[in-house]
């Protein structure tokens, strides 16, 4: 070997170095760190080295959180909720049998004393308006025509609106005029000819008692009113085909008003 030329040294970690008189140069089977500008050009490895994020809370978290911080107030919540559901099937039930003991105790009743007391006993109930229209029909086929007046009222303030009760205005009417009251019961049946709400055949009948009235009365002013309205309501009901007779009386009144008779002028006689 030449004097003066680098001699290898073995070295386990497998480098050679070669000592010279120049320098030592160090060589390694290890991998060599890439740099960071290698780094950079190699997205991969750019993004296996980006810190990975970490997952925030799951739904199940947020629920689960929600019910432990609310959870005395939901139950609260759903007991109070159950309570007024049972209540209240509760009180339904109740009312329904509160009726049953008041329709049985009204089937009960035969009687007029016994009527009366199921009135007294269950004011403002609908079968106690039954029970004054049935004790006015009986006050008023007996003749007692102020007692059923009254009783047709009573009928009327607690049935206020349906067949019945447009049956009980009709009966009231009618009863106060054959008790004496006739501007009172005109009043009344008048009132539900012109009632909107009733139905047709009821305002009809209505209106028909108010023409016979105005008829016996003789005021043909009132009688044209009645029977032109009870054309506009009903022209082809048997109320109007009964007015029809009384169209006549209608014409010769207003005949009678319009020309009023002149008196006869007589010239007295000179005596021979």
């Keep these: 070997m030449r004097a003066g030329a ?74 109070v909720i159950a309570l007024v559901i049972l209540g209240k099937g509760a009180w339904e039930m109740y009312q329904a049998q509160q009726e049953a003991g008041i329709a049985a105790d009204f089937a009960k009743a035969k009687t007029s004393e016994q009527l009366q007391r199921f009135a007294v006993e269950h004011p403002g109930n609908a079968l106690a308006g039954v029970a004054h229209l049935r004790l006015a029909d009986e006050a008023y086929e007996a003749g007692k025509f102020t007692d059923a007046a009254a009783s047709y009222g009573k009928a009327v303030a607690v049935l206020k609106e349906g067949p019945l009760s447009n049956r009980a205005r009709i009966g009231q009417g009618i009863a106060q005029v054959l008790g004496g009251d006739r501007a009172g019961g005109t009043a009344n049946l008048k009132a539900l000819a012109d009632d909107l ?47 029809s007779l009384l169209r006549p009386m209608s014409a010769s009144a207003t005949s009678a008003t319009a020309s009023p008779a002149v008196p006869a002028v007589t010239f007295p006689t000179t005596g021979k």
């Design 6 to 79: 680098a001699t290898p040294v073995f070295t386990p970690s497998g480098r050679c170095v070669f000592v010279g008189g120049y320098s030592a140069l160090t060589m390694s089977n290890s991998p060599i760190p890439p740099s960071p500008a290698s780094r950079a050009e190699d997205p991969q490895a750019a993004a296996s080295a980006e810190p990975v994020p970490v997952a925030g809370p799951s739904f199940e978290d947020h629920l689960r959180t929600f019910w432990e911080a609310q959870r005395s107030r939901i139950v609260t919540l759903v007991a």
């Design 197 to 243: 709400a009733a139905a047709v055949s009821v305002r009809a009948e209505a209106s028909y008692h108010v023409a016979s009235l105005a008829a016996e009365a003789g005021d043909a002013a009132g009688l044209q009113s009645a029977l032109e309205q009870l054309t506009r309501v009903a022209p082809q009901s048997l109320w109007a085909q009964r007015a």
